[in-house]
């Protein structure tokens, strides 16, 4: 995984003023949309979607991290890597 610098380095994420209401607002939808799709009936038709959207959930989640840090993410992998540097994931179960 590429360091987190890089990231900022990029422009794939900016320093930003923390947002309290907008973190909430992340954490609730992240937790709604888990709870909705963890509970369906997986079918080969729905595991695709069911899938991608607990990963969405998860990655609203690391979103969240970033913002109460003060930054704002444009990439599916920085809030990943940050994540890890912040002893949240490790690399493993990243």
Same mark, same amino acid.
């Given at each position: 995984? #590429?360091?987190?610098?890089?990231? /900022? %380095?990029?422009? %794939?994420?900016?320093? /930003?003023?923390?947002?309290s209401a907008e973190s909430d607002a992340l954490i609730e939808d992240a937790k709604n #949309?888990?709870?909705?799709?963890?509970e369906q009936v997986t079918t080969e038709?729905?595991?695709?979607? /069911?899938? %991608?959207? /607990?990963? %969405?959930s998860i990655r609203e989640l690391l979103d969240f991290i970033l913002i109460i840090d003060g930054y704002r993410s444009y990439s599916h992998q920085a809030p990943i890597v940050y994540a890890c540097d912040k002893g949240y994931l490790n690399f493993k179960d990243a």
């Open positions: 995984m #590429r360091p987190f610098n890089y990231f /900022i %380095e990029n422009k %794939e994420v900016r320093k /930003i003023t923390p947002d #949309r888990f709870d909705y799709f963890s038709k729905n595991a695709k979607y /069911i899938l %991608e959207n /607990i990963y %969405e």
